[in-house]
């Protein structure tokens, strides 16, 4: 089929609108032949004379009654959505935003972030999910509107990307564990029990590689999948966490946290959201409040 040419639309809403040729196209700024072509084309188009003599003017037919009001919120609601976004009224605004994030992440800038939305959209709405992965399908699939975590290999090329901080590993251990007496050295260090993150299930990583470097190499007790169960076990027992010193703030309260005794690059935290949602007025103010949150 034919695409049927949508401008006939507003034509059609103030030729009905007006009941008059001449006046149809003095508002159109058209000429008043161009406006009875242009009659003719809906005449043709609809199959119906829409607007017929009488006297010296022009009644419409049931049909152009019946398009009437149709046609012109039609018009109204194409305009809305061609017109540029309204101011966004925080106050007015209901609505849920999904955000996936890295372990830690929540309890580390939640209540600062949870805090400011509240206060200043408490009709908005925060859902946050585990990250598990670096998949960016959910992203992709609108299932998640935000996340956060170090872009990788699996990172889509269309996603937006922000840098929110930059973080480094350290050591955490329990209070009196013996690494929280003296100088940690990259021996003391090694020579004890390890648990170590990853989402993976990888029993190898940037700090074996940098152990590896001065001849040592660490003992992995166990592997899990994220730092809060890694400073949960590390806070009853004997085992090394090493996690993200930014990045775990809160969840490290009563631990002993030290440098890590061998060189291990750091990682920059960013915000990633879909194009689609770029030029979105909540969803700008939202990524405002986060970067907000962790520049605090």
């Not at 009488?54 to 959505?81: K, M």
């Not at 590993?169 to 690494?179: M, Q, Y």
């Amino acid at each position: 089929m034919s695409r049927p040419d949508l401008n006939l639309l507003v034509t059609l809403d103030v030729l009905l609108a007006e009941g008059s040729v001449a006046r149809a196209a003095q508002r159109l700024r058209l000429s008043p032949s161009a406006m009875s072509r242009a009659l003719a084309r809906l005449r043709e188009t609809t199959g119906d004379p829409l607007l017929v003599r009488a006297g010296r003017g022009l009644v419409p037919t049931p049909r152009a009654l019946e398009l009437r009001e149709q046609v012109g919120q039609l018009v109204q609601d194409a305009e809305a959505v061609l017109r540029p976004t309204e101011k966004l009224d925080l106050k007015k605004l209901v609505r849920t935003f999904t955000l996936r994030t890295s372990d830690g992440f929540v309890e580390s800038f939640g209540p600062v972030l949870i805090a400011r939305v509240g206060k200043e959209a408490p009709g908005l709405q925060l859902r946050f999910l585990p990250k598990t992965d670096k998949d960016s399908t959910p992203l992709r699939e609108g299932a998640v509107d935000l996340e956060t975590g170090v872009v990788g290999k699996l990172t889509g090329p269309e996603v937006r990307v922000q840098a929110l901080f930059r973080d480094r590993f350290i050591g955490v251990v329990r209070k009196r564990h013996p690494l929280s007496r003296g100088k940690v050295t990259a021996a003391r260090y090694a020579a004890g029990r390890h648990v170590l993150v990853s989402r993976r299930s990888l029993d190898w990583g940037p700090i074996d590689e940098a152990l590896k470097s001065f001849g040592l190499e660490r003992e992995i007790a166990t592997v899990v999948g994220g730092f809060a169960a890694a400073l949960a076990l590390a806070r009853a027992s004997d085992l090394i966490a090493s996690v993200p010193e930014r990045h775990t703030g809160s969840l490290r309260a009563g631990m002993h946290s030290f440098p890590l005794p061998v060189p291990v690059p750091e990682i920059t935290v960013s915000l990633l959201w879909h194009p689609r949602l770029d030029a979105d007025p909540a969803h700008r103010w939202l990524r405002t409040c986060v970067r907000d949150a962790c520049a605090a």
